[in-house]
């Protein structure tokens, strides 16, 4: 069955993780990583779990899972190898309309957690539906040599454009035709050489011929 692919903002939303192991570590990682409040739950903890509970940046419930663990999370992940936890956390989470994620059991799982390249606000996500997450740990490195570091700013920079477009330009076909010339220049390869100024300098004149009407198709 083909999934539906989203991003899912979950900056200062409660998610859970049931179990204090280092799956569970990387599972709280990613999910720090992206803004959330994560609160983990199991009887013991990895030292790391242990050190960011002490720092206040997580929050750690010591003992065993209950259903009521669930209360108002935007997602759960069980990062637990018992079958029997993993069966009451599935059930507890979709009594709630919860989305649930059972770490290496595809079967029972609502979402699966992509393999993503990251360079700033341009995140490329490879999933194979849970059949093979090595295949998508190998697509990931296959990609990472083609995607450097400058593609943090070449977003960034086509995301300031975008915006002073919108703001600035009623015409939809000269938004676009604008947006078009700065992706067909050579801002990219600038960014790659460093010059960041010389890219926005291509970003300003895309916009400045947009508001004076002499965007070419």
């Known amino acids: 069955m083909r999934l539906y692919p989203l991003n899912l903002k979950i900056e200062g939303r409660h998610c859970v993780v049931i179990g204090g192991g280092t799956v569970a570590e990387r599972k709280v990682e990613s999910l720090r990583e992206c803004g959330a409040a994560v609160t983990v739950v199991s009887p013991d903890f990895t030292p790391t779990l242990e050190a960011w509970a002490s720092e206040g940046l ?6 065993c899972f209950v259903p009521e663990d669930v209360a108002g999370a935007r997602l759960v992940i069980a990062a ?16 709630a309309g919860i989305l649930v994620n059972i ?5 029972m799982c609502d979402f699966y957690v992509p393999g993503s390249l990251v360079r700033g606000d341009l995140q490329i ?4 539906s849970g059949a093979c997450p090595a295949m998508a740990k190998s697509v ?16 960034a920079v086509g995301g300031w454009l975008r915006i002073e477009l ?26 790659a050489r460093g010059d ?11 916009l400045q011929e947009a508001l004076d009407g002499k965007v070419d198709s």
Do not use: H
Not at 125 to 128: A, G, V
């Open 125 to 128: 996500s490879i999933s194979t």
């Open 196 to 206: 960041e100024a010389g890219a926005r300098q291509i970003a300003a004149d895309c």
């Open 80 to 95: 637990t190898n018992v079958n029997a936890v993993n069966v009451e956390i599935l059930a507890a989470g979709r009594a």
């Open 140 to 155: 990931r490195k296959r990609l990472e040599p083609l995607f450097g570091p400058e593609y943090a700013d070449y977003v």
């Open 166 to 191: 919108l703001a600035k330009v009623k015409q939809a076909k000269q938004r676009q035709m604008a947006m078009e010339r700065f992706l067909d220049s050579d801002a990219l390869e600038r960014l």
């Open 58 to 63: 997580i929050k750690i419930v010591r003992r």
């Open 103 to 107: 770490v290496d059991v595809p079967d």
